[in-house]
Nanobody, 115 residues
């Protein structure tokens, strides 16, 4: 069973930075894509950034130039460096891993951008 645990969320002022981490419980076979999603109150969950097994990276337009997705070499930990945060980035951030077994989600970590 794949278990994903996000961490690194919190309260940050506008213009600040946070780094999210997503740790997998063990080696996940056949990873196709890993990614970060977010869900703001009253809104649908949306893609933030993804990285494929061949390390192709994709960002949502809203975060391009501000967020950076990365992973460790073993594909055990996924990161999201978030800079120049604004109130629109306030949401619960979720990690997702897709492999041949399907999609696996973490429990989410809250990011709140407020002065």
């Amino acid at each position: 069973q794949v278990q994903l645990v996000e961490s690194g969320g919190g309260l940050v002022q506008p213009g600040g930075s946070l780094r999210l981490s997503c740790a997998a419980s063990g080696t996940i076979p056949g990873i196709q894509v890993m990614g970060w999603f977010r869900q703001a109150p009253g809104k649908e969950r949306e893609l933030v950034a993804t990285i494929t097994g061949s390390s192709n990276i994709n960002y949502a337009d809203a975060v391009k130039g501000r967020f950076t997705i990365s992973r460790d070499k073993a594909w055990r930990t996924l990161y999201l460096q978030m800079n120049s945060l604004n109130s629109e980035d306030t949401a619960v951030y979720y990690c997702r891993v897709r492999n041949a077994w399907g999609d696996h989600w973490g429990q989410g970590t809250q990011v709140t951008v407020s002065s």
